[in-house]
């Protein structure tokens, strides 16, 4: 999910699109707002290695949040948004999360998950009412970080979880690259392993059908091998019930 090449190659062609609404995100749109997320993150404290968590359905900011902490050299958990809120919490104090990004239809849970996670020093909200006294809305944040790369760009990855059946959920750590991220906005001589950051690059699947994600799925270890093609991103349950 590491747009740069593509943002520059094919700046307008679609990098997603939102199978309910047909709101569609360019490649430069998606590389913005990542960028403006990794800003964010690092004004925060976040470091290489340093982990946040995404507690939301289906929605048009899950793929530019997992990208900004592929950009960023971060641990990042997609959590299941089924989950219960002592659920939550455990996943958020085990994986050492510092940072929350929910939506406005998982406050509620997010909100009293947080009550028993001190180490969460941030908790952003997309599409919600606004800053309280737990959550700061999410586009007005972002929009104080500035839309070019960060820096210190390090490749990053995801820290996935079991589903629990024989016990706790665990953790799945996967050991990250050194190298800088290779794309047209790193300059030329940068070290990085291409082998590992091609499994990252965004590319097209329409995720529909037999390989349709559930709620807390991560999108990139379902595509295929083809670069600079388009996401659709399924409804989640919960919107097409309602």
């Not at 997603?16 to 707002?33: H, K, N, P, Q």
């Not at 990794?38 to 793929?63: C, P, T, V």
């Not at 952003?124 to 500035?146: C, E, K, T, W």
């Amino acid at each position: 999910m590491y747009p740069g090449h593509h943002a520059t190659a094919h700046p307008d062609r679609a990098a997603f699109i939102m199978a309910s609404t047909g709101e569609t995100v360019s490649y430069a749109e998606l590389e913005a707002r990542a960028n403006r997320l990794a800003h964010l993150l690092r004004a925060h404290g976040l470091k290489r290695l340093d982990h946040f968590s995404i507690f939301m359905e289906n929605n048009n900011r899950y793929l530019e949040a997992c990208a900004a902490g592929e950009r960023a050299g971060l641990y990042y958990t997609c959590v299941n948004s089924y989950l219960k809120a002592d659920e939550l919490a455990y996943i958020l104090n085990n994986s050492e999360s510092r940072v929350l990004i929910t939506s406005a239809s998982r406050s509620e849970v997010a909100r009293e998950a947080l009550k028993q996670c001190p180490n969460v020093t941030l908790a952003l909200i997309v599409d919600g009412p606004g800053n309280d006294a737990v959550f700061q809305d999410y586009a007005s944040a972002v929009a104080r970080h500035p839309t070019t790369p960060i820096a210190d760009e390090r490749l990053g990855t995801p820290m996935l979880y079991s589903s629990g059946t024989t016990g706790r959920p665990k953790g799945i750590v996967r050991a990250q690259q050194a190298g800088r991220l290779c794309g047209s906005q790193q300059g030329a001589g940068h070290a990085c392993d291409k082998s590992s950051l091609k499994r990252f690059r965004l590319q097209q699947f329409a995720l529909t059908g037999e390989h349709a994600l559930s709620d807390g799925q991560c999108a990139h270890d379902r595509l295929p091998p083809s670069a600079g093609w388009s996401v659709v991103c399924p409804r989640s349950r919960a919107s097409s019930s309602e």
